[in-house]
């Protein structure tokens, strides 16, 4: 389901709203709800907005859907871009489950992260995307040395190291399967080049080639939400 607005405030205070409806919900009904959220730059107003919510935020769970190889002090975390924009104010009650742990590889400390991960609830309340120009999504990246296995509807991890030509530096991200069957599953994109790269990855053709398309094609009960603003 695809929801254009104007302006990228209107659609922040929009998600925004939603989201907190739905965690307030997971509150209510379950006595907590989990929240798994992008870094990259798009999310920055989005995330402001929301951890303004009048919500109990020490029942919520947080964490990213995937994380820079890189320590917190790197202008390239998606940990200190949360720290930053978004556990402030109310939400710094919330618990923050960190992707990214002390170590020179993602390897070294694997297993650790996986079973933290196999420990949250399942599946998440809600889950925020982003998308790049490439068509990949959380990290799974066109030629992404981990792609099949990250891409994998029956995959057992929840979490898997991943390197690519157009990552960067080492990432590591949740898997489809940990991903794709949250209560509310949304991709928040900006910009006409996306909203094109949105289209070509909706067209038929190979997951490896936009690997957002496996979000796209994933069987839900819920439909997949998509928020656009120019
Ligand atoms: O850590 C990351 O890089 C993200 O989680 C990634 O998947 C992001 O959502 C896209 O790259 C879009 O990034 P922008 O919002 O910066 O365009």
């Given at each position: 389901m695809m929801h254009r607005y104007e302006n990228r405030e209107a659609l922040a205070e929009a998600l925004a709203a939603g989201v907190a409806a739905v965690l307030a919900g997971g509150i209510a009904t379950r006595g907590g709800a989990t929240l798994a959220v992008s870094g990259g730059s798009t999310p920055k107003l989005f995330l402001q907005t929301l951890a303004k919510a009048d919500i109990d935020w020490a029942s919520v769970c947080v964490t990213l859907v995937d994380e820079r190889w890189v320590p917190e002090s790197s202008d390239r975390s998606n940990t200190a871009f949360l720290r930053r924009h978004?556990?402030?104010?109310?939400?710094?009650?919330a618990r923050f489950e960190p992707?990214?742990?002390?170590?020179?590889?993602p390897e070294d400390v694997l297993d650790e992260i996986e079973a933290r991960f196999s420990r949250l609830p399942r599946p998440f309340d809600a889950v925020i995307l982003g998308m790049g120009?490439?068509?990949?999504?959380?990290?799974?990246?066109?030629?992404?040395?981990?792609l099949v296995d990250a891409l994998?509807?029956?995959?057992?991890?929840s979490v898997v190291p991943m390197r690519a030509g157009g990552a960067g530096e080492p990432r590591v991200t949740l898997t489809l399967p940990r991903l794709a069957d949250a209560r509310f599953l949304a991709i928040h994109i900006e910009g006409i080049e996306k909203l094109r790269a949105l289209e070509a990855a909706e067209?038929?053709?190979?997951?490896?080639?936009?690997?957002v398309r496996a979000v796209l094609r994933a069987p839900r009960e819920q439909p997949l939400q998509i928020f656009w603003a120019p």
């Open positions: 978004f556990l402030q104010g109310p939400a710094a009650q992707l990214h742990e002390d170590a020179e590889a120009g490439d068509g990949h999504t959380a990290s799974f990246f066109p030629g992404g040395d981990r994998d509807p029956a995959g057992r991890l067209a038929a053709g190979p997951e490896t080639e936009y690997p």
